[in-house]
């Protein structure tokens, strides 16, 4: 007995086409929903090799039947954006111009990658990596500190390690745990479900590099503070290695808890608490 079609390819939108008319795709874990032309709108790019196949058996699928892609998912919707368009229109101050680069060579989409170089080549006055985006933050916060006439900014590069900028990164974190009768029993620890990032988008950057998670503000200038940035692990101590590996050390911490029971018939008591730790480097 022949088994259902999943949902993204039933109803195909042309009859030669295994393909439907609304395709939804999952690209490295973001869920993107578009039209079977906006993928085939670049003759011989990566996308348009994908869906003008015969079948739809040599594509990875998530467990729902979406397409599955193994890419940057929150650069996708600017690759996406050109194909619908043919334009490139990004945020002021956008920072991801190197790995945005990567993305379109990598879907063979040399019209797209021009456009990026030339903005690269102007930032990046180092030289580095072209794929590297950290190097370009120094530039556009020194032209800020300039035009403000902060003393302290102006400061900073004599103030520690030269290449490296003074500032504070604070780690926070969410955990509890269930505490039976009178403490008599071992309390029941819940894992670190996950560890929050706050401070400069160019320090926290240059720290954790790609275990940083910046989906939640993923257009933040590199000069400008962030309190939504977490981390792709949950073990504190990997944390604080590389804090100590960039030269910070802790300077402050402070934690606060709250207690409720958890079940009216027992006397187990779930305890929550929420920690942060301040570092420094100067």
């Known amino acids: 007995m022949a088994l259902a079609e999943p949902a993204s390819c039933a109803k195909g939108g042309e009859d030669s086409s295994p393909f439907p008319e609304i395709v939804e795709l999952n690209v490295g874990g973001q869920v993107y929903i578009t039209r079977l032309p906006t993928l085939l709108s670049v003759p011989g790019s990566r996308l348009w090799q994908m869906f003008t196949q015969q079948s739809t058996r040599s594509l990875a699928r998530d467990s729902k039947g979406r397409f599955f892609v193994d890419r940057d998912g929150f650069l996708f919707r600017y690759i996406l954006d050109y194909l619908r368009d043919r334009q490139l229109v990004l945020p002021e101050h956008f920072p991801e111009r190197g790995r945005l680069q990567r993305e379109a060579e990598y879907f063979v989409l040399p019209e797209l990658a021009k456009l ?15 794929c ?4 370009e933050e120094p530039s556009p916060g020194a032209e800020a500190a ?3 006439g902060s003393a302290a900014a102006a400061a900073l590069p004599s103030a520690g390690t030269e290449g ?6 604070t780690i926070g974190y969410r955990g509890s745990y269930t505490l039976g009768r009178d403490s008599q029993t071992d309390a ?10 706050c401070g400069k988008t160019s320090l926290a950057k240059e720290v954790f590099g790609d275990t940083l998670n910046e989906s939640r503000d993923p257009d933040r200038p590199p000069e400008r503070y962030t309190s939504r940035y977490y981390l792709k692990f949950t073990f504190l101590e990997q944390a604080f290695d590389k804090l100590a590996d960039a030269g910070f050390h802790m300077v402050a911490c402070n934690s606060t808890g709250t207690c409720a029971f958890a079940h009216e018939q027992t006397d187990d008591r779930i305890w929550t608490s929420y920690t942060e730790y301040v570092f420094y480097r100067e």
């Open 146 to 148: 300039r035009g403000l």
């Open 132 to 135: 590297q985006s950290d190097p």
């Open 188 to 197: 029941k620890f819940r894992r670190v479900a996950r560890i929050m990032v």
């Open 164 to 169: 490296r900028r003074a500032g504070f990164i």
């Open 116 to 130: 990026l170089v030339p903005k690269l080549s102007e930032q990046n006055s180092l030289g580095d990596d072209p």
